[in-house]
């Protein structure tokens, strides 16, 4: 079960890290998001994002069972969505650590965000804020992270 939260949560981050919209086949979508079954994408997709299907062939009819070969899909992800994407996002990785925690400078390395934007995010979620010491590994100094 871990081993599937993981999975879904590095689906979520590379959703997130690419652009708002963008086109793709349904097996080179697969391929992007590091082999996920197509099925899982898709679902994934639906729950983040407006999709719509184009058909990249001639206007040939198809078999029911014919696999979506020539199908593109057209995802395009809404500021709403993308905050519902970064709230499942911090939300996944808090309850999958072992202290059900996770420093702001951690995430933000992460989602390529400031840690000042995440803490709203956080608190949305309802995560207590604290600070606490770290050490800058170059200059040995100590700063609330």
């Not at 989602?111 to 800058?136: F, H, P, T, W």
């Amino acid at each position: 079960m871990l081993l599937k939260a993981l999975v879904y949560l590095d689906t979520l981050i590379t959703l997130y890290r690419m652009p708002p919209a963008f086109e793709f086949a349904i097996t080179e979508l697969s391929q992007r998001f590091r082999g996920i079954k197509e099925e899982a994408l898709e679902l994934v997709l639906q729950k983040f994002c407006t999709i719509s299907l184009q058909d990249k062939g001639e206007n040939m009819r198809r078999p029911k069972n014919a696999g979506p070969s020539k199908s593109h899909f057209k995802v395009q992800r809404s500021k709403e969505q993308g905050k519902t994407l970064m709230l499942h996002i911090i939300g996944l990785m808090v309850h999958l650590s072992t202290t059900h925690s996770a420093k702001l400078s951690f995430l933000s390395r992460i989602l390529k965000r400031e840690a000042s934007e995440l803490k709203n995010y956080c608190v949305e979620l309802g995560l207590r804020l604290e600070a606490c010491k770290s050490k800058d590994r170059e200059t040995g100094k100590e700063f609330d992270d």
